[in-house]
T-cell receptor, first 111, second 115 residues
Framework: GENVEQHPSTLSVQEGDSAVIKCTYS??????FPWYKQELGKGPQLIID???NVGEKKDQRIAVTLNKTAKHFSLHITETQPEDSAVYFC??????????WGAGTKLIIKP | NAGVTQTPKFRVLKTGQSMTLLCAQD?????MYWYRQDPGMGLRLIHY???????AKGEVPDGYNVSRLKKQNFLLGLESAAPSQTSVYFC??????????????FGPGTRLTVL
């Protein structure tokens, strides 16, 4: 079946440094790629997304890049802060009504 | 505006027991989803609904049933619980379908343990 692979599973960075999380998808028909952030004990929250007709999107300290040929997309967080510590999930649309999710990356920001 | 609420927050069941998880949203969303979240596996879609009175199977539907009798509510039922159904269950809703640039709003989750 279709799947999304997400790496790394855990990422530890120094406060102020950048963090990059990468995802690879299998369904060439996928056209929507959101990123969600999940804090402890809460449901995931959308932080940024990208459509297949766009190569890059930025929102303040976070950005997402998409390479449709290689079927991979990445989340970039610059100038990391303690409140960025959370689990991040990538996802890809596999139909009009379904997303398939990566396994998650636990981001740890070291003071 | 409460967003998406889930009842209960925690539940412990014995194998073979049944239960219903309730999800309610007050945002007038057409689309509602039930996911399960297991360690190291991300979110997996169980069932979803594209409007009142409709339901459809997701990625892992076996052992679960759902109903959407009212637009604002989406119920997830376990008829005969098994230990493999121990998980955290999340309900979500959205105004547009999943393939659109639109957020899914998630509830706080229900932690279910089946002994």
């Amino acid at each position: 079946g279709e799947n999304v692979e997400q790496h790394p599973s855990t990422l530890s960075v120094q406060e102020g440094d950048s963090a990059v999380i990468k995802c690879t998808y299998s369904d060439s028909a996928s056209n929507y790629f959101p990123w969600y952030k999940q804090e402890l004990g809460k449901g995931p929250q959308l932080i940024i997304d990208i459509r297949s007709n766009v190569g890059e999107k930025k929102d303040q300290r976070i950005a997402v890049t998409l390479n449709k040929t290689a079927k991979h997309f990445s989340l970039h967080i610059t100038e990391t802060q303690p409140e960025d510590s959370a689990v991040y999930f990538c996802a890809a649309s596999i139909s009009n009504y379904q997303l398939i999710w990566g396994a998650g990356t636990k981001l740890i920001i070291k003071p | 505006n409460a967003g998406v609420t889930q009842t209960p927050k925690f539940r412990v069941l014995k194998t073979g027991q049944s239960m219903t998880l309730l999800c309610a949203q007050d945002m007038n969303h057409e689309y509602m989803y039930w996911y399960r979240q297991d360690p190291g596996m991300g979110l997996r879609l169980i069932h979803y609904s594209v409007g009142e009175g409709t339901t459809a199977k997701g990625e892992v539907p076996d052992g679960y049933n759902v109903s959407r009798l009212k637009k604002q509510n989406f119920l997830l039922g376990l008829e005969s619980a098994a230990p493999s159904q121990t998980s955290v269950y999340f309900c979500a809703s959205s105004y547009f379908p999943a393939s659109s640039p639109d957020t899914q709003y998630f509830g706080p989750g229900t932690r279910l343990t089946v002994l």
